[in-house]
């Protein structure tokens, strides 16, 4: 018996409109444990370098982590994972809500989709029955909208829902995949539009066995209090109104991630902003089996009821110049079309730039308002539609760059290997932050940082304090961050391991399923997240069987990165693709920045050209992807550099 995961696998080739039931092989789930995990080593298996992203041979798949659907609480998340066409790599985009658990339920851990249909259509899946369905009448509908419409088709109201929008349809390649409160973002939203599938339902009422189950319930029973007393821990968006609203709105980069503007917040800002708040905020709504509110619903005049996602409520007022209400009316919108809240902002940002420097004009852009905030709303229409301009920004701030040409590749400033990232402008470069930007393999900090604080505690007993209650940190860490004084860098010893431990928490988190607000993104709120790399083995060995300590578990962990990073490096990705924002932070030491970098794929066991050799591979049990590398002439026999 197979326990915390179903067993088996939905195989659906769109093409051929053949549906199949596939048993996963339970030795990939000790090896992998699960979601992002098993992904990979699918992804490998079957999608070879020669694949392009909107090939039909490429994979879109939804994997639930190990623990989702289990009392495990905020174990509820589900991955999805392919080649992006933002820049032919890897990327895996990680969703809350119900359907991961609802996916369980029905019987499945993973969808596996491969093909393109003829015409739009949607999956529904109802426990054993399995249908792929015409969706030519959901064209054009936004993912709001979608959701409502299946749900009354199918007469279905407890369906849970992933669909895209119309800029899903249209390929644009920061379109996501809307679910509920949550969204699936960062390049993934255009390959289901490639496949032309409009959504996914699932309704699932199959029970999932638990290996433990009564010592389970009683321990998760107790942590789901501890969650809800805590008043930061999971808490998203009332971490950022209670207590770093202030901050963010100082400190990101308003525009086109180009100005920082510190005098910005005042009292009577403080004061208007919490007025918008309350005219429009309904609720605050969680997530499947977790008890923090942390999702907002919008009632917006004019607007569908809609969910506000942690960093999108400040996102497109700081590139347009604009306010709270200004936000809270686009994100409204831009939600139904379906797109990514950090990239949308910057690459509307962009254009209006372009247009102020002369490189687009009123050719290019008739009939462009004179407002900011109209000017916004015009680009968004011409994006999702792909019409004149908006085809080339449609693409993204790095390939519209290229396109447009003009001197427009002076403007992309704000992306690595081709992804917009969080809109910040710092003073002093911070070198554990420049190693996760530069080589993160999720291209997205927010999915790199977190178990280790942000900044040093100034007051030596305050710090000593904070180490006395740091269970969930391995000893080491404790010693770095006593040695760490305000203005000073770590040293090179504790920046790589403190990236590395970052990294890991997330790698753990996306195998098994549990929100990084309640695991790997909270060691920077303090010192006692709810789950670490001490107490997780125990919670897995419960629900699923598996023998685990925290040396397996981090061992696991670091398999998956490698793995991850093996398939990137197979498709190009090199040393000289390792690079932060060009202007993130405005004080820079490129030697300095080169020899963290060196230390750092010493530490990892990667050569300096950032690929890992075949000693780090074989060690892993990824025997495999060397044996492909050698072949390929990637690595050499004798362990070595690249050819």
Excluded at 60 to 73: D, E, K, N, Q, R
Excluded at 191 to 215: C, F, Q, S, W, Y
Excluded at 516 to 532: D, V
């Amino acid at each position: 018996m197979r326990y915390a995961e179903t067993g088996f696998h939905l195989e659906i080739d769109l093409s051929r409109g053949n549906i199949e039931r596939v048993a996963s092989d339970p030795r990939s789930t000790e090896i992998y444990l699960g979601g992002q995990g098993t992904a990979a080593k699918i992804l490998w298996d079957r999608v070879p370098p020669e694949v392009e992203p909107f090939s039909p041979d490429n994979l879109l798949i939804f994997s639930a982590g190990l623990l989702v659907g289990t009392p495990v609480v905020g174990a509820n998340r589900t991955v999805v994972t392919t080649i992006s066409p933002r820049n032919d790599l890897y990327k895996d985009s990680v969703f809350g809500g119900f359907f991961g658990p609802e996916l369980k339920h029905a019987g499945y851990d993973k969808i596996i989709i491969r093909g393109k249909a003829p015409d739009l259509v949607y999956l529904w899946i109802n426990n054993d029955k399995i249908e792929i369905r015409d969706a030519t009448h959901l064209r054009g509908k936004g993912a709001i909208e979608t959701v409502a419409l299946i749900r009354e088709e199918l007469k279905e109201p407890k369906a849970q829902v992933a669909t895209i929008g119309l800029a899903g349809e249209n390929r644009v390649y920061f379109a996501t995949i809307e679910h509920l409160n949550a969204s699936a973002s960062r390049g993934v939203g255009p390959v289901m539009g490639d496949k032309r599938l409009k959504a996914i339902a699932v309704r699932g009422t199959k029970d999932l066995n638990i290996a433990h189950p009564a010592e389970l319930f009683e321990i998760c029973s107790r942590m789901y209090q501890e969650i809800y007393d805590n008043p930061r821990c999971g808490d998203a968006l009332k971490y950022i109104d209670e207590y770093s609203l202030e901050w963010h709105l100082n400190n990101f980069a308003w525009g086109n991630a180009r100005e920082r503007r510190k005098d910005f917040w005042n009292d009577e800002i403080a004061k208007k902003y919490e007025e918008s708040e309350k005219r429009v905020r309904v609720r605050g709504t969680a997530c499947y089996n977790c008890p923090k509110d942390c999702h907002h619903v919008i009632a917006y005049p004019g607007r569908s009821l809609y969910f506000q996602k942690c960093y999108s409520e400040l996102t497109y007022m700081m590139a347009a110049y604009e306010d709270r209400d200004f936000n809270y009316n686009i994100v409204g919108l831009t939600q139904e079309y379906g797109l990514d809240g950090y990239s949308a902002p910057q690459v509307l940002a962009f254009g209006v730039e372009l247009y102020n420097a002369g490189i687009l004009t009123d050719q290019d852009l008739p009939g462009f308002p004179s407002g900011n905030g109209e000017r916004f709303f015009y680009l968004l229409e011409k994006i999702v539609h792909r019409e004149g301009i908006g085809d080339a920004l449609a693409n993204g701030v790095y390939y519209a760059a290229r396109q447009i040409g003009k001197g427009a590749e002076e403007f992309d400033h704000n992306t690595i290997k081709k992804i917009e990232q969080v809109p910040l402008k710092l003073g002093m470069i911070n070198y554990p932050y420049f190693l996760m930007h530069a080589t993160g393999e999720k291209m997205n900090i927010t999915q790199i940082e977190g178990s280790y604080p942000q900044a040093a505690i100034p007051d030596r007993k305050e710090r000593e304090e904070y180490v006395r209650q740091w269970d969930a940190a391995p000893e080491r860490f404790k010693k770095y961050f006593l040695e760490w004084e305000p203005r000073e860098h770590p040293s090179i010893e504790a920046a790589v391991n403190i990236v590395d431990w970052n990294e890991t928490m997330h790698y753990v988190d996306d195998a098994v399923g549990i929100c990084a607000f309640l695991s790997s993104f909270t060691g920077q709120w303090g010192p006692k997240p709810p789950y670490h790399i001490y107490n997780l083995p125990k919670l897995i060995s419960l629900a699923s069987g598996l023998d685990l300590d925290p040396d397996k578990l981090w061992e696991i962990a670091k398999r998956n990165r490698n793995l991850i990073r093996a398939i990137n490096v197979s498709r190009g990705l090199r040393r000289v693709d390792e690079k932060p924002p060009a202007d993130h932070w405005k004080k820079r030491n490129p030697e300095m920045e080169q020899k963290m970098l060196d230390a750092y794929y010493e530490f990892k066991g990667w050569n300096q050209d950032g690929i890992p050799t075949k000693k780090t591979l074989d060690g892993l049990g990824l025997d495999y992807v060397s044996k492909e590398f050698i072949k390929r002439g990637i690595l050499k026999e004798n362990d070595g550099a690249p050819s």
